[in-house]
T-cell receptor, first 113, second 114 residues
Framework: KQEVTQIPAALSVPEGENLVLNCSFTDSAIYNLQWFRQDPGKGLTSLLLIQSSQREQTSGRLNASLDKSSGRSTLYIAASQPGDSATYLCAVSRSGGAQKLVFGQGTRLTINP | GAGVSQSPSNKVTEKGKDVELRCDPISGHTALYWYRQSLGQGLEFLIYFQGNSAPDKSGLPSDRFSAERTGGSVSTLTIQRTQQEDSAVYLC????????????FGQGTRLTVV
């Protein structure tokens, strides 16, 4: 059974810092990995999708990497801003099946002005 | 539509009543998913639709839960004889195809059973 773990559970940093969020998964047979952000009381906003054949994806100040063999992904946020404060979730879909996502518990990020 | 739309955004119901939650996916998306987000449980998969058929219902927690999709578009999740443990945020997502495509989520329906 696929399990996804995110460390740390919560992170608080001053504005302007670069930071890394970690995600690990137990079964390397994945189709893809997706990073989302969730603001309080809101749905999920897709940030980045990394296909299983890819090593990384970039969007603006965000960069996500994927190492399937070690079952790890990182989300790098450059020059953090207070507006980046949210819960960040990673999710993997298993290969051979539908896009049934297995989620981590999330990292609650707070950027202090 | 521009995004995945869910209604209602909030629903309070009495224990034992039936509820229907609606999801309107992004136009052209053939795949549709329901997830549930509970405090302390994280996000869990409920059911997946490809077109109007549901090849994976493995996440539905009991036979009180059912879902249908009509016209390859709108989906309804029905919970019969609601219980307090059904209280959660129910999230719907859609994607272009079944595999390896980006999933887009709606804002969710917050269900409270009193």
């Amino acid at each position: 059974k696929q399990e996804v773990t995110q460390i740390p559970a919560a992170l608080s940093v001053p504005e302007g810092e670069n930071l890394v969020l970690n995600c690990s998964f137990t079964d390397s047979a994945i189709y893809n990995l997706q990073w989302f952000r969730q603001d309080p009381g809101k749905g999920l906003t897709s940030l980045l999708l990394i296909q299983s054949s890819q090593r990384e994806q970039t969007s603006g100040r965000l960069n996500a990497s994927l190492d399937k063999s070690s079952g790890r992904s990182t989300l790098y946020i450059a020059a953090s801003q207070p507006g980046d404060s949210a819960t960040y979730l990673c999710a993997v879909s298993r290969s051979g099946g539908a896009q049934k996502l297995v989620f981590g518990q999330g990292t609650r990020l707070t950027i202090n002005p | 539509g521009a995004g995945v739309s869910q209604s209602p955004s909030n629903k309070v119901t009495e224990k034992g009543k039936d509820v229907e939650l609606r999801c309107d996916p992004i136009s052209g998306h053939t795949a549709l998913y329901w997830y549930r987000q509970s405090l302390g449980q994280g996000l869990e998969f409920l059911i997946y639709f490809q077109g109007n058929s549901a090849p994976d219902k493995s996440g539905l927690p009991s036979d009180r839960f059912s879902a249908e999709r009509t016209g390859g578009s709108v989906s309804t999740l029905t919970i019969q004889r609601t219980q307090q443990e059904d209280s959660a945020v129910y999230l719907c997502a859609s994607s272009l195809g079944a595999a390896n495509t980006e999933a887009f989520f709606g804002q969710g329906t917050r269900l409270t059973v009193v």
